[in-house]
Each structure stands twice: as structure tokens, then as C-alpha cells.
């Protein structure tokens, strides 16, 4: 085991129970990504540097990025995120596009991070968004779809939770309270980690950024606010949206949330566990200036994006993942002896044919041994077709849930295999 060549760091091995909760949340995605309308998409794993340079923020292109010089000399990073590449394809056709735009994408990403609880290098990350909807209305709707979605998982109020905020709303206040523009980047550095950090090393953080004093104060109290949205007339009307669709109790507002991303200029939330245990389930907001950033017409957007890393971990923790099943396989086709291969495998087509997931014995073992390994794949049928099966135009079959045995002419185990899966 010594020469055993171990994965790059910070990627993930899908085994089946992992693969199988990531296609199961990738199903929750599309379900209610599409009851919203929205309309699935992709993007290229690959994209030229220069895309993300003045758009994502220093840090996560000069840190994070996996970047590398192709064989022409061209700078090419492994996509870090998805939003940029998506202003560059409206952008490209942006006059042939009908608007609003509602689209969604599920897919991997790099980023080269200290990989820790809940965050690897390798990813994979829903992105949905609204885009041509200058609106409390639409950001609303994005919000619903991230509240519906927890809800569809079968997350609680009191387990995740929906922090709201709005740029504009904060950078008119801070500047009230004595701040220049000047600072302005700075400060919302400052508050992305408010919650974070511990108090101390909050404070210290400020201090190297040059806050102190009665600024400092200023903006606790500014942050302990949490009448401050009122405001904000896009904030009240964002919030009777919300109550209107029966959603209050996974939204809140929350002054601390900022958002790292130097793209957002309007509103901007993350999803928390309400426990505090994991990192952000997800975060987004409204960027209207970052399509004619990539050479396109001013247009305005509204989205979000969720890793799956941290969903896993929480559904987990909280009893919400489904319950793992060794084989999607709904019926095992036992193997009676060398003479009867052929007639099982016959069966099992036939049945596979029709629609239903079968997995097939491939050598003679005792039959109690293939009802265990059926069993412990979680199958719900097993069928045996022996000599005596074969020459009646029989098939017996136990159904592992009831124990309820019976026999069935060969032309009919089809139909009575869907009348009780269906059940």
C-alpha cells in the first residue's frame, strides 16, 4: 500500500453513496429550478483569466484561481465561479436573447483553498439567476427559489435560515457615520467578517485596516441594527414579496451580510445553518454592472450559487440526506444452476426492457446467499427461475419487504412486478 498514488488535494472521490446524494440534490436543483421556469445551461470549464481579473476580486484570481499558460502562451484558469462566464455569453448574444432571462446551471469548480470542513478545491456549485429584471420583485423571486429549495430538502426555519441585506442600504449608511468612499471597500472587507471572526481578532482586523476609534463603534452600532432595512423602499417591497409567497419564515434581514465579491451592487444574502456548525450553505445578490464589464449593454441581474460541499455535510448532520441504496435495482434475477444462465438472462432483459431496474446473479451460488446479497442491495423482488420454473413457464418470486412469496406465469411477471412498485 505504500506505492498507492493518492488524489490531488482538495479533490473529492465520489464513491456510490456519495454519488448518489450529489444526483439527488442535483434532482432537488432541477425540480425546483425548473417549477420557477427557469431553464438549465452550461459553460465552459475553462476561461481566459482576463474574464476574472477586474471582476471577481484580488483574492480569488490572484489566490484561488488554478491558472496556467496554455501551449499558445494565453493565460487560462479552471473556472473558480460562474457568474463571469455567464455575463460573457449574454453579452455575446445579447440582442438575440428574450429577456428576463431565467437560467440555472449545475457543475464543477476549482478554487485553491486551505481545504477544511465542508470546503474542498475541487466542487460542485448550483447556479441559478434572473437576468433583465430591474426589480424588489425579481430579487424576491431568487430569494423564494433558494427558500423553497431548503424547504424542499426538508430543512426547517428553525435549521436554515436566509440573511438578507442591500449594498446600497449600507454604503449610504456608512458613509453617514463618517466613513469616506476612499474606505469603502475596506469596510465591507471588514463586515464580511464579522461573524467570522472572533471579537478580538475582529477588532485587530479593523485596526489593520485602519479603523479604529469612534468608527469602529459606529459601525458595531450600525451592525446591531436590524430596523435598518426600513429604510430601504427596495427592501420593504423585497419583504411583502416574501410574506405575499409564504416564505418570511426562512428570511430575515441581517445587516453583517456583505458579500466578498466586488461585483454586487444592489441586494445581497447568504443561507446559514441557524446552529452555526457549517460554513455559508450559499450566498448571492444583484449585479447589474458586470455584463458591460465583459464588453455587453448594462443589464440588470439578480442570482445565486450553492456548493454542494456544505448541503451534503448539513443533511447529514441533521438527518435530512435520503437513505442510500447499494443499486438503484428494484428486482434481483437469481442464478439457479450453469443450465438456467441463459433463461435468467433472458428474464432479467425482458424485465429490464419494460422499464424496470434489475440486477442479475452471474454465478451458481447457493440461493440463501444470493436472497442475502439481494437483500443487502436493497432490491425489493427477487425472482428464481429454476428447471422446474422453466419447463412450467413459471417464475417464483419473494418480495423482501412483506415476505410475501408467489409464483407467476412468465408473461405476466412484468405487469405484476409494476402493479407493486408502484404501490
Same mark, same amino acid.
Request: glycine share 8%; aromatic share 10%.
Given at each position: 500500500?505504500?506505492?498507492?498514488?493518492? /488524489?490531488?488535494?482538495?479533490?473529492?472521490?465520489?464513491?456510490?453513496?456519495?454519488?448518489?446524494?450529489?444526483?439527488?440534490? =442535483?434532482? %432537488?436543483?432541477?425540480?425546483? &429550478?425548473?417549477?420557477?421556469?427557469? &431553464?438549465?445551461?452550461?459553460?465552459?470549464?475553462?476561461?481566459?483569466?482576463?474574464?476574472?481579473?477586474?471582476?471577481?476580486?484580488?483574492?480569488?484570481?490572484?489566490?484561488?484561481?488554478?491558472?496556467?499558460?496554455?501551449?499558445?502562451?494565453?493565460?487560462?484558469?479552471?473556472?473558480?465561479?460562474?457568474?463571469?462566464?455567464?455575463?460573457?455569453?449574454?453579452?455575446?448574444?445579447?440582442?438575440?436573447?428574450?429577456?428576463?432571462?431565467?437560467?440555472?446551471?449545475?457543475?464543477?469548480?476549482?478554487?485553491?483553498?486551505?481545504?477544511?470542513?465542508?470546503?474542498?478545491?475541487?466542487?460542485?456549485?448550483?447556479?441559478?439567476?434572473?437576468?433583465?429584471?430591474?426589480?424588489?420583485?425579481?430579487?424576491?423571486?431568487?430569494?423564494?427559489?433558494?427558500?423553497?429549495?431548503? %424547504?424542499?430538502?426538508?430543512?426547517?426555519?428553525?435549521?436554515?435560515?436566509?440573511?438578507?441585506?442591500?449594498?446600497?442600504?449600507?454604503?449610504?449608511?456608512?458613509?453617514?457615520?463618517?466613513?469616506?468612499?476612499?474606505?469603502?471597500?475596506?469596510?465591507?472587507?471588514?463586515?464580511?467578517? %464579522?461573524?467570522?471572526?472572533?471579537?478580538?481578532?475582529?477588532?485587530? =482586523?479593523?485596526?489593520?485596516?485602519?479603523?479604529?476609534?469612534?468608527?469602529?463603534?459606529?459601525?458595531?452600532?450600525?451592525?446591531?441594527?436590524?430596523?435598518?432595512?426600513?429604510?430601504?423602499?427596495?427592501?420593504?417591497?423585497?419583504?411583502?414579496?416574501?410574506?405575499?409567497?409564504?416564505?418570511?419564515?426562512?428570511?430575515?434581514?441581517?445587516?453583517?451580510?456583505?458579500?466578498?465579491?466586488?461585483?454586487?451592487?444592489?441586494?445581497?444574502?447568504?443561507?446559514?445553518?441557524?446552529?452555526?456548525?457549517?460554513?455559508?450553505?450559499?450566498?448571492?445578490?444583484?449585479?447589474?454592472? @458586470?455584463?458591460?464589464?465583459?464588453?455587453?449593454?448594462?443589464?440588470?441581474?439578480?442570482?445565486?450559487?450553492?456548493?454542494?460541499?456544505?448541503?451534503? @455535510?448539513?443533511?447529514?448532520?441533521?438527518?435530512?440526506?435520503?437513505?442510500?441504496?447499494?443499486? /438503484?435495482?428494484?428486482?434481483?434475477?437469481?442464478?439457479?444452476?450453469?443450465?438456467?444462465?441463459?433463461?435468467?438472462?433472458?428474464?432479467?432483459?425482458?424485465?429490464?426492457?419494460?422499464?424496470? %431496474?434489475?440486477?442479475?446473479?452471474?454465478?451458481?451460488?447457493?440461493?440463501?446467499?444470493?436472497?442475502?446479497?439481494?437483500?443487502?442491495?436493497?432490491?425489493?423482488?427477487?425472482?428464481?427461475?429454476?428447471?422446474?420454473?422453466?419447463?412450467?413457464?413459471?417464475?417464483?418470486?419473494?418480495?423482501?419487504?412483506?415476505?410475501?412469496?408467489?409464483?407467476?406465469?412468465?408473461?405476466?411477471?412484468?405487469?405484476?412486478?409494476?402493479?407493486?412498485?408502484?404501490?
Amino acid at each position: 500500500m505504500s506505492n498507492l498514488i493518492q /488524489p490531488v488535494k482538495g479533490t473529492v472521490d465520489y464513491y456510490p453513496e456519495a454519488m448518489a446524494l450529489r444526483s439527488w440534490l =442535483y434532482g %432537488k436543483i432541477r425540480e425546483v &429550478s425548473e417549477s420557477f421556469g427557469y &431553464s438549465e445551461y452550461e459553460a465552459p470549464f475553462l476561461e481566459r483569466l482576463e474574464l476574472y481579473a477586474a471582476k471577481s476580486g484580488e483574492e480569488l484570481v490572484e489566490k484561488q484561481s488554478y491558472v496556467f499558460s496554455d501551449r499558445s502562451g494565453e493565460r487560462i484558469t479552471l473556472r473558480p465561479e460562474l457568474t463571469p462566464s455567464l455575463a460573457r455569453m449574454v453579452a455575446a448574444k445579447q440582442r438575440q436573447l428574450n429577456y428576463p432571462l431565467r437560467w440555472w446551471s449545475f457543475g464543477p469548480f476549482w478554487r485553491y483553498e486551505r481545504p477544511q470542513k465542508g470546503r474542498s478545491r475541487e466542487f460542485f456549485q448550483w447556479n441559478i439567476d434572473l437576468i433583465g429584471a430591474e426589480s424588489a420583485e425579481a430579487d424576491a423571486e431568487i430569494v423564494a427559489i433558494a427558500a423553497t429549495f431548503l %424547504k424542499n430538502l426538508g430543512l426547517q426555519a428553525s435549521e436554515a435560515m436566509i440573511l438578507v441585506n442591500h449594498r446600497e442600504l449600507m454604503q449610504s449608511e456608512i458613509l453617514k457615520i463618517g466613513f469616506d468612499e476612499i474606505q469603502l471597500e475596506s469596510v465591507y472587507k471588514l463586515i464580511d467578517r %464579522k461573524e467570522k471572526l472572533p471579537e478580538e481578532k475582529w477588532k485587530n =482586523y479593523a485596526k489593520e485596516l485602519s479603523i479604529n476609534g469612534k468608527l469602529i463603534t459606529a459601525l458595531e452600532g450600525l451592525l446591531a441594527n436590524n430596523e435598518l432595512w426600513k429604510k430601504s423602499e427596495d427592501l420593504q417591497a423585497f419583504f411583502e414579496n416574501i410574506e405575499s409567497m409564504g416564505l418570511s419564515e426562512y428570511v430575515k434581514f441581517a445587516p453583517h451580510v456583505i458579500r466578498g465579491l466586488d461585483y454586487y451592487t444592489g441586494i445581497v444574502f447568504e443561507a446559514w445553518d441557524t446552529a452555526g456548525e457549517f460554513r455559508s450553505i450559499f450566498g448571492g445578490g444583484r449585479y447589474d454592472d @458586470l455584463v458591460n464589464q465583459v464588453g455587453g449593454e448594462p443589464v440588470p441581474a439578480v442570482g445565486f450559487a450553492a456548493g454542494n460541499m456544505v448541503l451534503s @455535510l448539513m443533511l447529514k448532520k441533521l438527518g435530512h440526506a435520503p437513505e442510500h441504496k447499494e443499486t /438503484p435495482a428494484e428486482v434481483y434475477v437469481t442464478l439457479f444452476n450453469e443450465d438456467t444462465l441463459a433463461a435468467s438472462l433472458d428474464l432479467a432483459q425482458t424485465i429490464r426492457m419494460a422499464g424496470i %431496474k434489475v440486477v442479475s446473479h452471474l454465478e451458481t451460488d447457493k440461493l440463501q446467499k444470493q436472497f442475502k446479497r439481494a437483500d443487502r442491495l436493497g432490491a425489493s423482488f427477487v425472482l428464481i427461475l429454476g428447471p422446474d420454473e422453466i419447463s412450467s413457464g413459471k417464475v417464483s418470486a419473494k418480495n423482501l419487504g412483506s415476505g410475501e412469496q408467489f409464483d407467476a406465469d412468465q408473461k405476466e411477471i412484468v405487469a405484476l412486478l409494476k402493479a407493486h412498485l408502484t404501490k
